[in-house]
């Protein structure tokens, strides 16, 4: 079993810069492909990034590239999001989730673990 809680979320203004950490509990988090979602009132839950279990190979949504930038360490079992330049449209619960696949798909419904997520709100 997986569990994951997040942390870091917050309330800020338009160009602010805030990081979400995910503390990971649970074996073999080192195996695990780690992803950021969100999901903005009314909209489906989206992929924001990913990170493969080495941290080798990350994902990012074209929305967020270059602003956001996904880590892990697998020595203390966390994952972080650094997101930087935020927008309003950036407003959204953000989930961490993890899956036991090297390569999922960009679906929520790939992934098996998820935190309870944390509130971005970003105001104008």
């Known amino acids: 079993q997986v569990q994951l809680v997040e942390s870091g979320g917050g309330l800020v203004q338009t160009g602010d810069s805030l990081r979400l950490s995910c503390a990971v509990s649970?074996?073999?988090?080192?195996?695990?492909?780690m992803g950021w979602f969100r999901q903005a009132a009314g909209k489906e839950r989206e992929l924001v990034a990913r990170?493969?279990?080495?941290?080798?190979?990350?994902y990012y949504a074209d929305a967020v590239k270059g602003r956001f930038t996904i880590s892990r360490d697998n020595a203390k079992n966390t994952v972080a999001l650094q997101m930087n330049s935020l927008k309003p449209e950036d407003t959204a619960v953000y989930y961490c989730?993890?899956?036991?696949?090297?390569?999922?798909?960009?679906?929520?419904?790939?992934?098996?673990?998820w935190g309870q997520g944390t509130q971005v709100t970003v105001s104008s």
């Open positions: 989730a993890a899956v036991n696949n090297p390569y999922p798909g960009s679906s929520w419904s790939w992934y098996d673990y």
């Open positions: 649970g074996r073999s988090f080192s195996t695990y492909t």
């Open positions: 990170i493969t279990w080495s941290g080798g190979r990350t």
